[in-house]
């Protein structure tokens, strides 16, 4: 029975396994323009990159035949294998499906599958209309031809025992003990700290290859979870859609004026780090007094320090793209793990491409945290270097290399460089576990001890890279911006949904400056959205696409700041400020005037529902 049990488990993953990847095949014969266009290479390594997540997958599918075969090892009754003999009708035809939708909406959208295309099922005529006939024809007979050659493959399968075999206690008990755990295991992608997502299919720079390495069935089902919840409809709903928008348009509709010119050259080169977990309240200059980032402290003597700047969202890859693509950080979700959204954001590294600039992104870990993996992919950076393009012999923590070694390796990788450039890089050591290879720079903290001291090693670290970067031919024409990507719970335990949490460090720095502006501050109000504007009208670049930015010198520009969390939203302004809880409660509120208080609260609100709106739209 035993042998019997583990022959047909895996004839049955290794048949889901290939109709996924038959699948990805025709995906790149039916667009074979398009994988002409990229490269035989590229479609072969498109196979290879893809299996993790196609594993994963299948496993998934696998756990529904694991307790029939559990059951039938018990009572050996056949029932259990005619009921997996039709999952697997149901779940090949189901594949199927979803597969040949995915092939005919690629045509026009340009994108996979997602849920939107769940939205059209409440709306079949409306659908059906809106198709060409021909494709709907070709579609139909191409499902029914497909689900008629794989009813016939299950039929070859045998997955059926025809023999009634013995009882088998200690198998049974093997088979419930270890078999889940092959199973987990395998569908979080491996014993890793950050389970699999879409991003471990992304490798190439071609985004039509990408697109294909992605199992489709994960991404539907996953995108489908990410919006279940609302789908279609606002959870913020305060006022008539229109009258939100008049009043987030009254934020953004000012006279357009240039303020100050801070840069020496036209086109200076960019190194922009963003520090893992750097809260406000770990830099002196920003209110601290715990000393740990002597380092920072070094370099904003002779910076330029942004001293109201406020993160948009509480993780890494909300920081990420609000910076790069200045989108602001939704409630509940996240639209960098939304392919078929992120595709309509703005990133300024594009347009600074334009413009002859080589793009690069370091990070000395996995970047598939948050799907941050596939963003950056999307977005064409020039050069991308994670953990596994290192030196196998350097050493690494739980999450990856440390940010010695990134700095060492974002050094070197710059001076082959050519340039005008834009260096990203992402550093980690101050991210838990905090195992950074010294320890107990500081014996302060309590319960925060082991992370202080990891900020203190990573402040080290990134002053040690500028030392080293004042010796290269390109420092004297590089602009440093230093910005962390959020917050982090510090000693002085403010709320999760306090402002003073979202207060993180920005960081204008390098020769470029002009000699005025160094060491100098800028006192207003600003958030993680405003780069991306501020930045390019520095560069006398065009910033009219991110619509969420606005440049933070124009004199006419208001003082604002917006963030989300979780399960709600917070918004800061010269007049006032509040936290708002989905559950209708304005907390942690202090406001100058009553009426500052209706005012803000009406002007929070409105940016929430518009932000989510278009989050939605997308």
């Not at 890494?316 to 309509?344: C, D, M």
């Not at 793009?359 to 991308?384: M, P, R």
């Amino acid at each position: 029975m035993s042998k019997i049990i583990i022959r047909n488990f895996i004839k049955q993953y290794l048949f889901f396994l290939f109709i996924t990847e038959v699948f990805r095949l025709f995906f790149f014969v039916v667009y074979f323009q398009k994988s002409a266009q990229a490269g035989i290479s590229e479609v072969f390594f498109s196979f290879f990159y893809a299996f993790r997540l196609d594993h994963a997958t299948v496993m998934y599918l696998m756990v529904i035949p694991f307790f029939l075969y559990f059951f039938y090892s018990i009572f050996r009754r056949k029932v259990f294998l005619t009921i997996n003999k039709y999952y697997t009708y149901f779940i090949s035809i189901l594949v199927a499906i979803i597969e040949v939708s995915n092939i005919a909406i690629y045509n026009e959208w340009g994108i996979k599958l997602n849920y939107k295309a769940v939205g059209y099922l409440t709306e079949p005529l409306e659908a059906l209309h809106s198709a060409r006939f021909a494709v709907l024809l070709t579609g139909a007979f191409a499902l029914v031809l497909v689900s008629l050659l794989l009813i016939y493959g299950v039929n070859k399968l045998k997955i059926n025992i025809k023999e009634k075999p013995r009882f088998n206690i200690w198998f049974t008990l093997l088979w419930f003990f270890i078999a889940p755990i092959i199973i987990f295991i395998s569908m979080r992608g491996g014993v890793q700290e950050i389970p699999i997502s879409q991003s471990q299919s992304y490798h190439s720079k071609d985004n039509f290859i990408n697109t294909a390495s992605v199992n489709t069935s994960w991404n539907l089902f996953y995108s489908i979870r990410q919006n279940s919840l609302y789908m279609s409809e606002n959870p913020f709903t305060f006022y008539s859609l229109s009258e939100a928008k008049k009043e987030v348009q009254i934020l953004y509709d000012f006279p357009k004026e240039k303020g100050i010119s801070l840069f020496t050259i036209e086109k200076p080169n960019i190194v922009l780090v963003f520090l893992e977990s750097m809260s406000g309240d770990f830099v002196d200059e920003l209110g601290s007094n715990l000393h740990i980032t002597p380092g920072l402290s070094k370099l904003i003597k002779d910076g330029y320090l942004f001293t109201n700047h406020y993160a948009s969202g509480m993780l890494s890859h909300q920081g990420i793209s609000a910076v790069l693509s200045a989108f602001p950080s939704t409630p509940i979700a996240s639209i960098t793990k939304q392919p078929g959204k992120y595709g309509n954001l703005p990133c300024f590294v594009k347009d600074l491409k334009t413009e002859g600039y080589y793009s690069s992104f370091h990070f000395g870990g996995q970047l598939i945290y948050g799907n941050i993996k596939a963003y950056i992919y999307y977005n064409e950076f020039d050069q991308i270097i994670e953990g596994v393009d290192f030196d196998a012999n350097i050493p690494e923590g739980s999450l990856g290399h440390h940010d010695e070694y990134l700095f060492t390796r974002l050094l070197a990788d710059i001076n082959e460089s050519p340039q005008p450039f834009f260096a990203g890089a992402f550093t980690l050591s101050s991210h838990s576990p905090f195992d950074q290879p010294v320890n107990n720079y500081k014996d302060i903290g309590g319960n925060y001890k082991d992370m202080l001291n990891s900020v203190y090693y990573s402040d080290s670290c990134l002053f040690d890279f500028v030392e080293k970067a004042k010796l290269q031919t390109w420092y004297d024409s590089t602009l440093f911006i230093f910005v962390s990507d959020h917050s982090h719970p510090s000693p002085f335990e403010f709320p999760y949904y306090s402002k003073e949490v979202r207060k993180i460090p920005l960081i204008f720095y390098g020769n470029v400056l002009k000699e005025e502006y160094r060491g100098k501050t800028f006192d207003k109000i600003i958030s993680q959205t405003d780069i991306a504007a501020t930045l390019l009208s520095q560069l006398n670049l065009p910033h009219d696409k991110y619509v969420w930015s606005k440049d933070v010198f124009n004199p006419n520009a208001p003082e604002f700041a917006y963030y989300g969390y979780d399960n709600g939203f917070g918004w800061i302004s010269p007049k006032g400020n509040y936290a708002y809880l989905m559950d209708g409660q304005i907390i942690e509120y202090q406001f100058e005037t009553k009426s500052d208080s209706l005012s803000l609260i009406k002007t929070g609100k409105s940016f929430v529902e518009t932000l989510y709106q278009q989050y939605l739209d997308y």
